[in-house]
């Protein structure tokens, strides 16, 4: 099997009539999507956009390719905060009111 994200692949013989391969996408692989073509037996197949490269991350030390927290992280952390300080008040608050009743 062969792509544009990750070159060429051996595939082996499966159950009955299929097959199948392990493919390592390359680094430099821009994430979207790829093709994919099967030559067994002569014949050639080849899937129009079989799979997606959704981005990727540095292996070893490390992690995603950004480093620090992106606009979208903060957004996200700071509607978490808030809804556990309102959340949290609001509990307070209904506890305080049981104790005079």
Known sequence: MTSRAFGTAPLTSFRDDTARGVATVDRDARPGRYDITVRCDGRTLTRPAAFTVIGGVQGGIGGSRT??????????????????????????LRRRHEKRV
Do not use: E, N, Y
């Not at 606009?71 to 008040?89: E, F, H, K, N, Q």
């Open 67 to 92: 480093s620090g927290a992106t606009p979208t992280d903060m957004a996200i952390g700071g509607s978490l905060v808030a809804t556990a300080l309102i959340g949290g008040g609001a509990f307070w």
